[in-house]
Nanobody, 116 residues
Framework: QVQLVESGGGWVQIGGSLRLSCAASGSIFGFTVMGWYRQAPGKKRELVALINSADSTNYADSVKGRFTISRGNARNTAYLQMNSLKPEDTTVYYC??????????WGQGTQVTVSM
């Protein structure tokens, strides 16, 4: 049973920072890709950032230069450092991971709210 557990969400002032964490478990062969998506009310879920097993990264244009995705030395952990946060970053953020030899899995989501 693959499980992805997010933490680190909450409220932050405009221009502030938050660091999201995702702890993945349940894949005997690890995870080839981990990442973050977000979904605002009334909108489709959109990619925020991805990172693969070689630490190559991919970012949505809207977060380039502000967000940084990384993986811990324990490769079942992913982080999203969010800087210079804007109100439009307010939404639910979902951890995403592809277990080796399996299909993608999703976390339950964590709320990020950016306001004055």
């Amino acid at each position: 049973q693959v499980q992805l557990v997010e933490s680190g969400g909450g409220w932050v002032q405009i221009g502030g920072s938050l660091r999201l964490s995702c702890a993945a478990s349940g894949s005997i062969f690890g995870f080839t890709v981990m990442g973050w998506y977000r979904q605002a009310p009334g909108k489709k879920r959109e990619l925020v950032a991805l990172i693969n097993s070689a630490d190559s990264t991919n970012y949505a244009d809207s977060v380039k230069g502000r967000f940084t995705i990384s993986r811990g030395n324990a490769r079942n952990t992913a982080y999203l450092q969010m800087n210079s946060l804007k109100p439009e970053d307010t939404t639910v953020y979902y951890c995403y991971a592809i277990p080796a030899y399996s299909d993608p899995s999703w976390g339950q989501g964590t709320q990020v709210t950016v306001s004055m």
